[in-house]
């Protein structure tokens, strides 16, 4: 006996030193990652502060992934040398046991390269491209490793069984040793041959086979023994060839899962690398992704599902309403229709919707509201300014950029979401940086809160020559340069008392990485002083903040002392103060928001003496001398509740006038005052209008009483205006003075609506959902005697 | 008339022309040839017709008409006897001569060399006819000086004689000494070359030309066939090969290198070659001692009856090459045989007489020291597990196995593996039976020339890849289809196989597979022509069909590459290849270290 006759393996052909390799391999990969998480490798890996996550797209899980990617391919040399290499491979052939061995030792530090690589992101319940290649992986990993057990368990078992293991062979030797039955049997009696069939059928026992020897002669019997011992044989045989294939299928049913996982693995590694590399966003800038599922664009609703109080607070605001405000359609759309539709660039013919929705725009390619495009979902591109506008942003700011589609070249949709975080954790949904044009307080809001287009050219923007609408930004700029205090954010977005976790629904591990460190979070309502008119009337959750915003804005004062009767006239001064806002009073489209002043006298009896800007209804009009006093002013047909103008009436919502021009001398040239500026008039001829031509411009209203010029009160400045009042024969007046707002003035409204296409929300209707907002009050009351 | 005249007339009167042989027949010729043209060219002095005398000449005298004969007559007899007219014909055919790679016109013809063949003594009493016949197979060299004709160690299964000039017989010095013993110088007339012809066995010297010389280069299946139509030939042949045979083996220095010259001289004086057949008894168990027997080459068997009534012999152990036995029992003067000696094989041994040999033992003491012999330890082994004590030890100890094989020394001489030169071993406990050695071989060599199957020892498998036997039976292949290499390995000459399958039937591990031939590839012009006309009327061929031609593939040891494709492809280091004779020859632990793995 001749024990152990084995092939005598080689160093490199045994498992032990190669499984022990991957061990190591394995556990230095995994203490790597976990130290490059906690951030100590960030000497070597000079890695970004933000980059600490255990994920793959930090640049330690980038390594790991490439890695991963390259032990992969090692364990796929293997099936090339198995094939088309074995025959071409000029040296370092070697043998097929040690290159299995670098195949498994390849395959599992891939798998420890990809776990690592993986990290948090294998926790998450949100479908990916790396989630299905790590679950072709693992399956393709599993049964290489379950299989390699197998292979170390069945043959040794099986061996003993298997003897001679051709199945061909077992089938001949069958096959042969029927013939020789048949020759034994050849002439025999029938009985012979009876028992003969009887006996290759199946297993006889010893008493069976000896009645059926017992009708047969001597020399028979011997023939039927010896079919007997063949027929025997012969079922052993089979019996045998069928234990080869059992376990010949067992050993390699792998190749069932195996094999066709490895063809599926390249498919989804370069579905995974596509992407996480968020190849389609680099590939194709916004609107170029023929349909949306390679737009890498995401709708803001589903940031709800981890941002639920942001995502809410955003829905009512004014930014969710950008695209949608029926005022805006109507305004757009018209002006688009009357003017800016025949321009052939983008620039300026999108100036509206640029603004009001950069992202949908520049997806849907469109200057016309509603936006649609084949392919995309239209309340994606009908969003306004969404979660994407703000946090895809990466290009600069520079004060009404946005207007024109230079914002859209800085705008990058993909996986990376920028905020003003700069630890973020990793989340299961996106990735995380810090973006410095979010954490300038205000640096985002500058490229639309002015609206300005530089329409001669010359790189200037003068108002009067230019379009200048709104200024915002540089009256927040020139209230800042002056000392003033505060920041769009610390108004607009203040933060959120007792909030600490800016995802608040996101679970732990599952979506996101772990706990992060309190944060401040900002409120997203955006409060300004408009509302959605078109849903007011249901739900108005943030009008308390607007109205809270607007109260403190200014302040009211009314002197006593300065009150001076002469001749039966009370000369009332009131004083109006821009209490510390960073912009004007009003600001914006200021030739769309009424802010006013309204005064009631009443004497003696209760009976009014004197009244000026007081509306019977909040959808009536201010009596604005320049606008009914103004022949042929088109405005005029649309202002309701005035009988005649009011001629003391302080109001300072700016006149929009279709045509602006500066002052010029004689000779027509510009006229620069003292300091140099130009200064904006109506140019001669134009008139009142209620859409923002390109050649528009507001221009303050003059009070007719005195002549003295309404403009916006900028920051801290105070503004007296007189009132005289008729109080003769009064001993005693009760004066009442209250500041008002209205966004936006209903015979605006009126006039949009009636150049409405068919299919837009109607606006006339929507002069009832005004609101007026008190600013502040005085009440005093005047003995005259 | 000659017996063979007889038998071929007989049998032309015997047959039924029913065709079948021809239809067995391998060469394309043969369909250009009719039965009944080829009974009649029996009786004709003078073939004439082209058909039957081109048919004549291609006809290798494979015998693959033989089997197919339904009236069990040899049709290659009565092809013989046709072709030997043919050959007769032909006296003045002038010989060509190979000079190294060349071929000149060389001074003999065919009949001339014939008779100068007839004076050389080996081929003394043969018919002239008879020589002619061989020299249409054989080759005339030309050496230059110093050229090499053959190298110590190589097989080259030929039969060489001198016609001219002189060549040396050389054999490296014993112990691995620099320099080479002179043996002999080999004159005109001088003949070597029949151990490879009669023993299958390397050469065992050098031969290099000392003058320009020229040889007749005769093959193997010419000579053999020489033999059978020439009985003084095949006699001396025989007597030859006894003397060298036992000149060579009884000089081994392991044997008998502690007698005297002159001991070993009158040894060899009295010793005669014995050939015996597998299974032939050389002695049994209580003759008398008579001989003392040296294993010239193949095994056998030595057995004890059971103490156990009915039981079948015991083996006690395998005499091999080298071995020595019979001594001892003479020596001590025991009254019979305490075993019994069987062929397991092909066996050639060395008898000395007993007489003879007890005469020189009493003369020269050194004989005595003969009991201490390397040669001997067989025998010893042999008698010391037959002795009673031992034997009643190893029936109280439990059979190790029962059933499957046992992997020893017996089953390896049983099963024939000891006749491999390098054998392929599966390890069963590993393989995963993903069968990338076959597939490897396929894609080594086109088709692959391994299947796993084969004999199943304990847990190894030894597939039926061609095991390059030392006596191999493959080797008679009237168109060196297959040879030995110089090397040892036998091999398919691809160019050569006519497909007859001979050396397929007569290779008894079924090594040897018929492959059929691919037809050639057919251009994308002719494939779109055959496109067009639809599928042929004519059925493809099946593989199994036997009108297929094929060719015989074999594995040749991977010639040519450094390594073997089914071993180095196994992932699990299942396959090895060991060597059997290296590794057992312990009959211990047979390591894969010493494989070529």
């Known amino acids: ?785 | 008339m000659s017996p063979f005249t007889e038998q071929v007339h007989r049998d032309v009167t015997a047959c039924i022309g029913c065709h079948d042989c021809l239809l067995a027949c391998p060469l394309p010729e043969a369909s250009l040839v009719g039965i009944a043209e080829l009974n009649a060219a029996v009786h004709l002095p003078v073939i004439r017709s082209a058909n039957v005398l081109r048919f004549l000449t291609a006809c290798t005298q494979c015998r693959q008409c033989v089997p197919a004969c339904p009236a069990d007559l040899s049709r290659a007899d009565m092809v013989l006897f046709n072709k030997m007219k043919v050959e007769d014909a032909l006296p003045d055919q002038p010989l060509s001569l190979q000079i190294k790679r060349e071929v000149a016109a060389s001074p003999f013809t065919l009949d001339g060399l014939a008779g100068e063949l007839g004076r050389v003594r080996l081929f003394a009493g043969v018919p002239r006819a008879d020589l002619r016949r061989l020299l249409l197979s054989v080759t005339l060299r030309r050496l230059d000086p110093g050229e090499a004709l053959c190298i110590e160690g190589e097989f080259h299964e030929r039969l060489y004689i001198v016609l001219s000039g002189a060549l040396e017989q050389t054999a490296a010095k014993p112990s691995g000494k620099d320099g080479r013993v002179r043996i002999l110088v080999l004159g005109p007339g001088s003949f070597f070359g029949e151990m490879a012809i009669m023993a299958d066995q390397p050469e065992p010297f050098s031969v290099t030309a000392q003058l320009t010389s020229i040889v007749v280069e005769a093959p193997k299946a010419a000579v053999h066939r020489l033999m059978n139509a020439a009985p003084a030939f095949r006699d001396t042949m025989e007597s030859l090969h006894g003397r060298r045979a036992i000149y060579s083996y009884l000089e081994k220095p392991s044997v008998l290198g502690s007698l005297p010259r002159a001991a070993r001289e009158e040894l060899l004086a009295g010793a005669s070659l014995v050939p015996l057949k597998a299974a032939q008894a050389l002695f049994r168990e209580g003759d008398p001692p008579s001989d003392v027997y040296l294993v010239g080459s193949g095994f056998l068997r030595v057995t004890r009856r059971s103490l156990v009534p009915g039981a079948a012999d015991e083996v006690l152990v395998y005499f091999r090459e080298g071995d020595l036995f019979g001594a001892l029992s003479l020596l001590r003067r025991e009254p019979a045989q305490i075993f019994s000696v069987h062929a397991v094989s092909r066996v050639e041994v060395i008898r000395i007489p007993g007489d003879l040999f007890r005469r020189v033992a009493e003369r020269f003491p050194e004989a005595r020291s003969l009991s201490t012999t390397t040669a001997l330890e067989a025998e010893q082994s042999a008698r010391a597990q037959g002795s009673p004590r031992a034997r009643a030890n190893a029936a109280a100890a439990p059979a190790l196995l029962s059933g499957a094989h046992a992997l020893s020394w017996d089953v390896v001489v049983e099963k024939g593996l000891a006749q491999g030169r390098e054998l392929l071993v599966v390890d069963q406990t590993r393989c995963t039976h993903c069968n990338g050695c076959v597939d490897a071989c396929g894609r080594r060599h086109g088709e692959t020339r391994l299947e796993l199957r084969g004999l199943a020892i304990d847990h190894l498998l030894f597939p039926t890849a061609c095991r390059h036997c030392d006596d191999p039976v493959c080797l008679l292949c009237s168109v060196s289809g297959i040879v030995r290499r110089p090397s040892g390995e036998i091999a398919i000459v691809e160019e050569q196989c006519i497909g007859c399958g001979a050396c397929a039937e007569r290779c008894p591990y079924g090594n040897i597979r018929m492959h059929p031939v691919e037809p050639p590839a057919r251009g994308i012009l002719a494939r779109f022509l055959d496109f067009l006309r639809g599928p042929s009327a004519e059925p493809a061929l099946s593989e199994s069909d036997p009108k297929v031609p094929r060719k015989a593939v074999k594995c040749d040891l991977c010639e040519g590459h450094d390594d073997y494709a089914c071993v180095t492809a196994c992932p699990v280091g299942a396959a090895f290849r060991v060597d059997p004779a290296a590794t057992f020859s312990d009959g211990d632990v047979f390591a894969g270290a010493r494989a070529r793995a």
């Open chain 1, 1 to 785: 006996m001749i024990p152990g006759l084995r092939r005598k393996l080689g160093w490199l052909e045994r498992g032990a030193p190669w499984l022990a390799l991957s061990a190591i391999g394995a556990l230095v990969l995994g203490a790597a990652a976990a130290l490059a998480a906690a951030g100590r490798l960030d000497g070597i890996l000079a890695g970004d502060s933000a980059d600490h996550a255990l994920r793959g797209y930090t640049p330690f899980g980038l390594f790991l992934g490439i890695a991963a990617t390259l032990l992969t391919l090692i364990a796929v040399a293997y099936s090339l040398r198995k094939r088309p290499l074995q025959e071409r491979l000029p040296s370092g052939r070697g043998s097929m046991t040690l290159w299995l061995w670098l195949h498994v030792a390849a395959g599992l530090v891939a798998i420890a390269a990809v776990l690592a690589h993986a990290g948090y992101g294998l926790l998450g319940t949100e479908l990916s491209t790396g989630k299905i290649l790590f679950a072709i992986f693992a399956l393709l990993s599993l049964s290489g490793v379950a299989w390699r057990v197998v292979y170390q368990v069945v043959p040794p078992a099986a061996a003993p069984k298997i003897g001679d293991y051709s199945e061909r062979a077992s089938d001949l030797r069958a096959e042969e040793q029927l013939i020789e039955i048949e020759k034994i049997a050849a002439g025999g009696s029938a009985d012979l041959h009876r028992s003969k069939t009887w006996l290759i059928e199946a297993e006889r026992s010893s008493a069976e086979i000896a009645a059926a020897l017992a009708p047969l002669n001597e020399a028979e019997r011997e023939k039927l023994m010896e079919i007997q011992r063949l027929a025997d044989s012969r079922r052993r045989g089979l019996a045998r060839k069928d234990r080869k294939a059992r376990t010949t299928r067992l050993l390699q049913a792998w190749r069932l899962l195996h094999i066709p996982l490895a063809l599926a693995l390249p498919l989804a590694l370069l579905a995974h690398i596509v992407g996480a590399l968020d190849l389609p966003a680099k590939a194709f800038p916004p609107g170029d992704a023929p349909f949306q599922a390679i737009a890498s664009v995401h709708p803001s609703k589903d940031c709800g599902s981890c941002h639920r109080r942001i995502t809410e607070q955003w829905a009512s605001s004014m930014h969710a309403h950008a695209l949608r405000s029926p005022v805006t359609v109507a305004q757009n759309n018209q002006l688009v229709a009357a003017e800016l539709g025949r321009l052939k660039s983008p620039d300026p013919r999108r100036l509206c919707v640029n603004c009001h929705g950069p992202l949908g725009v520049a997806l849907a390619g469109q200057s016309r509201l509603p936006l649609s495009r084949a392919g995309y979902d239209d309340a994606l591109l009908n969003e306004g300014i969404g979660c994407s506008t703000c946090h895809q942003y990466e290009g600069e700011s520079s004060p009404g950029s946005a207007g024109l589609t230079k914002f859209q070249d800085g705008f990058r949709p993909g996986a990376v979401y920028r905020g003003e975080i700069d630890d973020p954790v990793g989340n299961a949904f996106h990735q995380s940086a810090p973006s410095a044009l979010v954490k300038r307080d205000g640096g985002l809001c500058a490229n639309c809160h002015s609206v300005e287009y530089d329409v001669d050219g010359d790189g200037k923007l003068v108002k009067g020559l230019d379009l200048v609408l709104q200024t915002t930004t540089e009256e927040f700029a020139a209230f800042a340069a002056s000392g003033g205090k505060g920041t769009c954010v610390s108004c607009h977005m203040p933060a959120l008392a007792g909030a600490t976790r800016v995802a608040e629904r996101a679970s732990l591990v599952s979506e996101q990485d772990h706990e992060a460190p309190p944060r401040e979070v900002h409120d997203h309502s955006f409060t300004g002083v408009d509302y959605p008119l078109d849903e007011v009337a249901r739900k108005d959750p943030n009008r308390p903040a607007r109205e809270a915003l607007l109260r403190g804005a200014a302040r009211l004062d009314v002197d006593p002392a300065a009150m001076v009767v002469k001749a039966g006239q009370l000369s009332l001064a009131v004083a109006i103060t821009n209490i510390g806002v960073g912009h004007n009073l009003p600001s914006g489209f200021a030739f769309a928001r009424q802010m006013w002043l309204e005064v009631r006298v009443v004497g003696e009896g209760n009976r009014s003496v004197f009244t000026s800007g007081v509306l019977a209804r909040a959808s009536d009009d201010l009596c604005d001398a320049g606008t009914l006093d103004d022949p042929g002013n088109p405005v005029k047909a649309f202002v309701v509740g005035c009988k005649a103008s009011d001629p003391q009436l302080v109001s300072f919502q700016q006149k929009l006038v279709d045509h602006i021009d500066v002052e010029r001398d004689a000779a027509g040239a510009p006229k620069a005052n003292a300091a140099g500026d130009l200064k904006a008039i109506a140019a001669k001829g134009a008139s009142e209008a209620w859409i923002q031509h390109l050649a528009a411009g507001a221009i303050p209203r003059v009070r007719p009483s005195d002549g003295v010029v309404l403009a916006p009160i900028t920051p801290n400045e105070t503004r007296t205006h007189r009132y005289l009042i008729d109080v003769r024969n009064q001993p005693r007046v009760n004066v009442t003075v209250r500041l008002l707002f209205r966004s936006i003035p209903p015979s605006m409204l009126r006039a949009l609506g009636s150049g409405q296409a068919a299919g837009e929300i109607q606006l006339a209707p929507l002069v009832e959902n005004l609101q007026i907002v008190e600013m502040a009050t005085r009440t005093l009351t005047v003995d005259l005697r």
